[in-house]
């Protein structure tokens, strides 16, 4: 079974500049999540998505993050335009549901770094 | 927000020993995850235990949950160089929302 696919695996902007991170979830997965992780910290929820459906965007920072689910499968977190504080590693996650025996199956992560 | 707070921060042992790390959480919870992630990797899923659970094992892995206390702890016996990692727990709260909170982690060496 393939895993949580997340591109790219690395990401060097300058702030200002705008940033893409695609992600593509285990096959059937119906929940996806979004987590940012500051380096040295636990990850953190940005987004959650039920199908395609927003179940949970509360830390999203709307004025320069944005992040869709178009049919459900994919999804893209968008990032413009980038603070130097947005340097971190933004993990995607599906499960099958989010249900109470929700496991969470990672992707390894985008890192970016704003300079 | 971080639900849970890991402790130690970092914990250094020898191969062969037992590392215990533990989470404590503030609100009342459905579920308690673990969560293993390996420098510049993913996390992954080590164990689950529900909040009418109080112990579980799998292989060298016992968790523990007090939910009186808000605290859980993590075990992993005859502890392996390939045991380095950083752990993290994960709550569930116990009611409305299904988002998974995510602690703030213990980072474990264990040297060979």
């Known amino acids: 079974e393939a895993g949580v696919a997340q591109s790219p695996r690395y990401k060097i902007i300058e702030k200002r500049q705008s940033v893409a991170f695609w992600c593509n979830p285990i096959?059937?997965?119906?929940?996806l999540y979004w987590y940012q992780q500051i380096l040295g910290q636990g990850p953190k929820l940005l987004i959650q998505?039920?199908?395609?459906?927003?179940?949970?965007d509360s830390q999203l920072p709307k004025d320069r993050f944005s992040a869709e689910r178009l049919k459900g499968v994919d999804s893209t977190l968008k990032i413009q335009p980038a603070k130097l504080e947005d340097s971190a590693v933004y993990l995607c996650?599906?499960?099958?549901?989010?249900?109470?025996?929700?496991?969470?199956?990672f992707g390894e992560g985008s890192r970016l770094t704003v300079l | 927000s971080q639900q849970g707070e890991e402790d130690p921060q970092a914990l250094s042992i020898q191969e062969g020993e037992n590392a215990t790390m533990n989470c404590s959480y503030k609100?009342?919870?459905?579920?308690l995850q673990w969560y293993r992630q390996n420098s510049g990797r993913g996390l992954v899923h080590l164990i689950l235990?529900?909040?009418?659970?109080r112990e579980k094992h799998s292989g060298r892995l016992r968790v523990t949950l007090d939910t009186s206390k808000k605290s859980s702890s993590l075990l992993i016996t005859a502890s392996r160089a390939a045991d380095t990692a950083s752990y993290f727990c994960?709550?569930?709260?116990?009611?409305?929302?299904?988002?998974?909170?995510f602690g703030t982690g213990t980072r474990l060496k264990v040297l060979a």
């Open positions: 996650a599906s499960s099958y549901t989010a249900t109470n025996t929700g496991e969470l199956f």
């Open positions: 096959s059937g997965h119906a929940t």
């Open positions: 998505f039920q199908n395609n459906g927003v179940v949970d």
């Open positions: 609100t009342s919870i459905n579920n």
């Open positions: 235990i529900r909040s009418n659970e």
């Open positions: 994960a709550t569930r709260r116990g009611s409305g929302t299904y988002k998974y909170i």
